[in-house]
């Protein structure tokens, strides 16, 4: 049965966006961004919601052509268009081979099916479609960067309560703390 991780960098005020919906400052340092090229790659499927998907195919679908990036990069790019991608998403109309298009009202039905069919992880991405699927998160990992945004879009949904126990934790020299939680049930 597969697992939900839901992963983000976040500021240190625990945000996604800042208050002008700019994701400008998470670019991560080399090693943070290693650590997201190794969870990619062990991810069976990604699971995004429409505007992290818009800001993530894209890119990487052209970063992987472009030989003039950093290896870092390019490795993220080839783990990120090897794993299959599902955007929820209700306005989209049309998406490119590799990618399958789920009505985000269907999100709850398709991803406990992706669960129960699917070995290993499923990388969720979005905070409106995390918030859809609260309940079957099984883990949360945050890198935390060094900055406070001062508002924002938040990691967690506002308004709920998750008794959550650490699996773990890695400090990075640049400022960076991963953080990585499951459910405490």
Known sequence: ???????????LDGCIEDPDGSIGFTVPDDETHEMANEQARQASAFLF?????EAMEQPWRAAASRADLPEVER??????????RYVFSDT?????DGVRLVRAGDAVAEVTRLKERT??????GGAGLAASLLDLIDEFALFVLPV???GGK?????????????????????????LRYERAR
């Not at 989209?92 to 490119?96: A, E, G």
């Not at 938040?154 to 991963?178: D, K, M, W």
């Open 1 to 11: 049965m597969g697992r939900i991780l839901y992963s983000a960098m976040v500021s």
């Open 49 to 53: 919601g429409r505007r992290t998907y």
């Open 75 to 84: 490795e993220f790019a080839r783990a990120y268009l090897d794993t299959p």
């Open 92 to 96: 989209l109309t049309r998406v490119p």
């Open 119 to 124: 070995d290993g992880w499923l990388g969720l």
């Open 148 to 150: 406070a945004v001062g």
């Open 154 to 178: 938040p990691f967690f949904p506002v308004g709920r309560t998750l008794s959550l126990r650490r699996t773990e934790h890695r400090a990075i020299a640049s400022g960076v703390v991963y």
